[in-house]
């Protein structure tokens, strides 16, 4: 049965006014900072190699960029030569590797680093977490002129930084979240990831032309340092130890929290775990998502230009359109699940299942479309900016049910499902290399229809086996073991 009505307990507490909701604001700008300086290199990159090769960038293709048919490009192109930069003779494969490099990096550390925050703290795990990753990309520039693999080796310890921060959230969140805020809570702090996608592609293509491309690494490294100075002056483990939380937020947090109280044993029930469909519903739900959300993040910008026959420029502006619409969905979305859940409208897993089948299927059918609408430049950027922000309704569905169905493993059980995703993204953007250098046209069918097919799959099998009730190996055991 749902245990949604036995969580109301006490009174709502201050809401927008109270601590928790500033530590979701703090996580949506730590979000934004780690995004950003994910995303900087996919757009720096256009700038750092030999532009005489950019529209190989992902594709076999040798002849100019189409873009230079616009009236205005001449002049765009002249004023983003004039900055005084290195540029490199990367391939498009060792393009790949580098975009590739930081993904790697997170599945390492995805799994030790949530189980280790449940241990000694996600403050510290996410803050370090978040500290490296900006050191690193102010570093970057620099790391570029000793040569590709220490651009590769950076990457990949800035992906093990990024993971450990990732995971650590939800460690807080579990302790932090009373159970119908939840998705406002992390739909407020996980938004942070899409608008920073949306302003780093917005302002990055302007940033390179104006100052050259390491100012990109050089602007958003420095956001994130001071991010971090924020994050270990405000933030706490838990609200029990914060010197600024009032009496009444605490005792509505604990209060709410108290059936799911943890306790301070963290045996890891692992073969519970591989045996329990609900958690493969929800590993197979992130699977789905990563996948064609990672198409979107590393190849948007390409297609709008190989497509729509758009500048460098203005492809960064437009690449950052769908975001601001992923920022916004994921928001709405959370209100419009807590809300549906205070007022007993529906069960907690029919709202688990309403919005991941929405998040998934409605930018399948978006993806399927976008082939056979192709000619019409209007159509086609309504339909890219529908995916990200449609797919993002996910966030209140199958991503935060790890709290419903083991709150005392979440942050654990975060970066198992983290590393699902990551493969996936893995994997497609392998594919979508592969396919789109075979044959433009047909190649960008195949991946929007691969990676519809993908989410239908994860959607039927979150739909079949996805629960929102606490699972028996994740209670609080009241025998002693021996």
Not at 278 to 283: E, G, K, N, Y
Not at 286 to 301: E, Q
């Given at each position: 049965m749902d245990e949604t009505p036995d969580l109301r307990l006490g009174d709502s507490g201050p809401e927008f006014c109270s601590l928790r909701y500033g530590l979701a604001l703090i996580m949506h700008f730590s979000n934004f900072t780690m995004?950003?300086?994910r995303v900087s290199l996919s757009i720096a990159i256009i700038a750092m190699v030999n532009r005489t090769q950019q529209p190989g960038l992902f594709n076999t293709s040798t002849e100019r960029p189409l873009a230079f048919t616009f009236n205005h490009s001449n002049r765009s192109i002249k004023e983003f030569?004039?900055?005084e930069v290195s540029v490199y003779e990367w391939s498009p494969e060792t393009q790949g590797i580098i975009f590739s490099s930081i993904n790697y990096g997170i599945i390492l550390t995805l799994i030790p680093s949530g189980y280790l925050a449940g241990i000694f703290g996600a403050k510290q795990m996410l803050g370090a977490g978040l500290l490296i990753s900006s050191l690193l990309t102010l570093f970057t520039p620099l790391t570029a002129d000793f040569g590709v693999i220490l651009v590769i080796v950076i990457r990949t310890v800035q992906g093990m930084a990024q993971g450990m921060a990732w995971t650590g959230q939800f460690t807080?969140?579990?302790?932090w979240a009373p159970p119908l805020e939840r998705s406002k809570l992390t739909s407020i702090a996980g938004s942070g990831a899409?608008?920073?996608s949306f302003i780093i592609l917005c302002v990055g293509g302007l940033i390179s032309q104006a100052l050259g491309w390491p100012f990109i690494f050089y602007i958003f490294g420095s956001i994130g340092c001071v991010c971090c100075l924020l994050w270990f002056t405000v933030i706490y483990d838990d609200p029990l130890h914060h010197p600024c939380i009032s009496i009444r937020e605490k005792e509505h947090i604990v209060s709410s929290l108290a059936q799911q109280s943890s306790s301070p044993r963290r045996s890891v029930p692992i073969k519970s775990m591989v045996r329990c469909l609900?958690?493969?519903?929800?590993?197979m739900g992130?699977?789905?998502?990563?996948?064609?959300?990672?198409?979107?993040?590393?190849?948007?910008?390409t297609y709008i230009s190989s497509v729509l026959h758009v500048n460098i420029r203005d492809s960064g502006v437009l690449s950052s359109l769908p975001f601001i619409a992923a920022a916004s969905c994921t928001i709405l979305g959370g209100q419009l699940a807590d809300f549906l859940l205070s007022r007993n409208l529906l069960r907690l897993i029919t709202v688990r299942k309403l919005f991941s089948s929405l998040g998934l299927l409605l930018p399948s059918l978006c993806a399927v479309a976008l082939p056979f609408v192709a000619s019409s430049y209007t159509t086609t950027i309504i339909l890219l900016i529908l995916i990200p922000g449609t797919s993002n309704l996910c966030d209140s569905g199958f991503i935060i049910n790890t709290l419903d169905v083991a709150p005392r493993y979440a942050s654990f059980l975060m970066g198992i499902s983290r590393g699902f995703g990551l493969i996936a993204g893995i994997i497609s953007s392998t594919a979508t290399g592969f396919l789109i250098s075979q044959d433009s046209v047909s190649g960008w069918r195949n991946v929007f229809f691969l990676a519809a097919a993908v989410n239908m799959f994860g959607l039927v099998f979150y739909l079949t086996f996805g629960q929102a009730e606490i699972q028996h190996w994740a209670k609080e055991r009241t025998l002693t073991r021996l």
């Open positions: 995004i950003t300086q030569n004039t900055a807080i969140w579990a302790k899409a608008f920073g609900p958690l493969w519903a929800i590993f992130f699977f789905s998502h990563f996948w064609l959300c990672t198409i979107i993040i590393t190849y948007l910008p």
